[in-house]
């Protein structure tokens, strides 16, 4: 069974996450969205919504699975028996800093990390560009799942 581990802060999902996910789903038996928790960080959603968020937005999909984790995504990896780590692509900027994690990672593990290119329809959405809209009022439906605009 090929699974792959897709981490992130998701706060909150954005569409961009959400066909990396539908997507990865055609490659892999199972796919763990995984929200990590960094006691350092200031999150708009808490942890309790953003996993309802990715969960209501993929309530059909029974090879989507959403956990929540602290500590490394290898070893999360290694203990849900995952083979790979999925991330979503937007920029350059993008490439270089996940491409510095994946040569990390596998200096630790075995875990591969396959890259998924955003569409170009999502490639501007990030998860910061929605809570500035958010906060200040503005129309995110476009940016995020229903799910997300129930809260």
Same mark, same amino acid.
Do not use: Q
């Given at each position: 069974m090929k699974k792959a581990i897709f981490p992130g802060s998701f706060d909150p999902i954005t569409n961009g996450h959400f066909d990396i996910i539908k997507r990865g789903v055609s490659l892999f038996d199972e796919v763990i969205v995984a929200i990590g928790v960094n006691a350092e960080k200031k &999150?708009? =959603?808490? +942890?309790?919504? *953003?996993?309802? =968020?990715i969960e209501e937005a993929f309530k059909d999909e029974p090879k989507v699975r959403v956990i929540t984790y602290t500590g490394l995504t290898i070893d999360l990896c290694k203990k849900e028996k995952a083979e790979f780590i999925l991330r979503g692509l937007r920029n350059p900027a993008d490439f270089e800093f996940e491409k510095a994690i994946a040569h990390a990672n596998r200096t630790m593990s075995k875990i591969e990390t396959v890259f998924l290119l955003t569409a170009a329809?999502? %490639? &501007?959405? %990030? %998860?910061s560009i929605v *809570?500035?809209? +958010?906060?200040n009022g503005g129309d995110a439906s476009k940016m995020v799942p229903d799910s997300v605009l129930k809260k």
């Open positions: &999150y708009m =959603f808490s +942890l309790e919504d *953003r996993k309802r =968020f329809r999502t %490639s &501007y959405i %990030s %998860s *809570r500035d809209v +958010l906060r």
